[in-house]
């Protein structure tokens, strides 16, 4: 049997400013999930919200890229939270929504997706289980380095010299966010290429990992990464990219304990206040708003187990949410004090790239005019 996970994820509307869907805009899109359900388009599914973002994880028998599922589904989902949005008056009703009708998927309009298609419990697979990561305040090159050292550093993932399936390496594929009119991805496989691999992934704003497949099982892919640039499809800067991961794990892929434990750094990326700054990322726990100081990027991280009918488990696992989390979130808010101290000065604020889309850049050009050469 044939089964694809989607996670379809996107900005609608939040309280107070950029903070959380409220809980009928919520309510609206469970509403959308459970119709879906019933007419048999969708097997099984959850509705999250991460920061301001609500997040759509859905199982089903229709491929990746459906139009039941992005557009009938998930589209009108994020349509019905919108309308509730603007009567409540939220902040940022429908934000990430950037054109008037998809045509075909939502890939490209706005939400972010992550899917994989895959046979259900094959011989090297008898039990299936995954993890969706959901960040906000951030741009899609977040998981860059976290999917680095859990895939190719031993040093971070013992499972790498310890198992003999992930001792045979993966095949990342990596795509240029900044390339206009289709897509332009390469494929690496590691450890061999990992040099090349860290000459691409070390800028964030530019390359990110897409996807990740076992070399043990090609047809296997363990990882799916939204990676597209919000300022791209619009033209003009419109909040960060807010992406989503969607990785299985145990057996032939890595275990959850390998696959979070990158997560402990507090790595730097571009995001924050007003998508405009270099602060250190922050695991919280599920359905945590933003509302501390800062905008400080945040990523959640669901566990799920599904059945041999394609159901997940009644249960979950947050996580982030586990109180063995408390002191790497203080260690991360030192760090965030310390980057902010610096205020607009240097690296402390993203890069000429990154603001391109923002007031700044009119400033500059506005200033550019009373230069003098002498």
Known sequence: MKVTISVIKADVGSIGGHTKPTPEMMDAVRAELAAGIARGDVIDGRVTHTGDDIAIIMSHTKGVANQDIHVGLAWKAFISATNVAKEQGNYGAGQDLLVDAPSGNVRGAGPAVA?????????????????????????????????????????HNGGLLLSPRLHEGFT???????????????????????????????????????????????????????????????????????PIALVRNQGIFPAPEELIEPYVIGHYVTGDARGSHTMPIMPVALNTPVAGIFCLPIVSC???????????????????????????????????IEMRRQGFFGVAMASQTEIAYTGLIDTLKSLDKEFITR
């Not at 094959?122 to 380095?145: I, Q």
């Not at 991805?185 to 860290?198: Q, T, Y």
């Open 172 to 242: 990342l594929t990596i795509i240029d966010m900044d390339h206009k009119g289709g897509d332009r991805v390469i494929k690496l496989d590691v450890p061999e290429r990992i040099w090349d691999v860290c000459a691409l992934l070390r800028d964030m704003d530019r390359f990110a990992i897409e996807a990740i497949h076992s070399r043990a099982f090609p047809e296997e892919q363990v990882a799916s990464i939204s990676a597209t640039r919000l300022h791209n499809i619009a033209g003009k800067y419109t909040g960060k990219d807010d």
């Open 115 to 155: 899917e994989i298609e895959f046979d259900l419990l094959p011989n090297h697979r008898p039990a299936e289980s995954f993890m969706v990561y959901a960040a906000d305040k951030c741009a899609p090159g977040a998981y860059n380095l976290p999917l680095y050292l859990a895939f190719c550093d031993p040093m």
């Open 302 to 336: 669901i566990g799920f187990s599904m059945d041999g009918n394609g159901h997940f488990a009644k249960n979950y696992v947050d996580f982030f949410g586990d109180v063995t989390w408390d002191a790497t979130r203080l260690h991360i808010q030192q760090k965030a």
